[in-house]
């Protein structure tokens, strides 16, 4: 089997095109910093601040492409930061998810339900996934190694066919286990 690849997912958010107008202007399009692990991701030059009942975080990053809905991805740690309690969600989900203020520099936008904490996932191509047995939405225990080795639990399959393999863990997690990006992790076979 191909070794997974880690990919430390730090505090982010994806934005709808209304929200990225009114944030950085009217007409306003995505500047590519750099790809991502998954094709067609990347990470933009563009950032915001993020601000909740008890505090802000700035300088968090924008990742394109645009998309239908502004959601935005914290680790716990953030969470507390801002004030916000944020579900624990498959990317896409915002059923329950937290508020949030987002200022740019042309404006803000108050959002009643985009803050959430993003589920452990791994994504698969469609033959990484028949090679393992999986199919999307399965869960997985996956083994880190190194000094600080943890079993995770309740990792989600992601499979379409345009996924590259690489499994995602938010900051706080990535830490927990000593994970940095490009680190190699396994499946655990029941």
């Not at 929200?19 to 990470?43: I, N, R, S, W």
């Not at 953030?78 to 498959?90: C, F, W």
């Amino acid at each position: 089997m191909k070794p997974i690849i880690v990919g430390v997912s730090n505090r982010h958010l994806h934005l709808c095109q209304a929200d990225l107008e009114t944030l950085f202007g009217p007409g306003h399009e995505l500047t590519v910093l750099k790809d991502l692990g998954q094709p067609g991701q990347y990470a933009t030059e563009e950032m915001v601040t993020l601000v909740g009942p008890k505090g802000s975080i700035p300088n968090v990053r924008v990742l394109g492409p645009v998309r239908s809905q502004t959601q935005v991805e914290v680790a716990m740690t953030d969470a507390y930061r801002l004030g916000v309690k944020p579900p624990l969600r498959d990317s896409g989900n915002l059923e329950g998810a937290a508020p949030i203020t987002i200022e740019g520099p042309c404006g803000k936008v108050e959002l009643g339900a985009a803050v959430i904490l993003a589920w452990r996932h791994i994504h698969m191509h469609t033959s990484d996934a028949a090679a393992y047995g999986l199919k999307d939405k399965d869960t997985v225990q996956v083994r880190t190694g190194g000094e600080r080795g943890v079993i995770f639990e309740n990792v989600l399959i992601r499979v379409r066919d345009n996924f590259a393999l690489e499994m995602h863990v938010d900051t706080d997690e990535a830490n927990a286990a000593l994970l940095r990006n490009g680190a190699e992790v396994e499946i655990i076979k029941p």
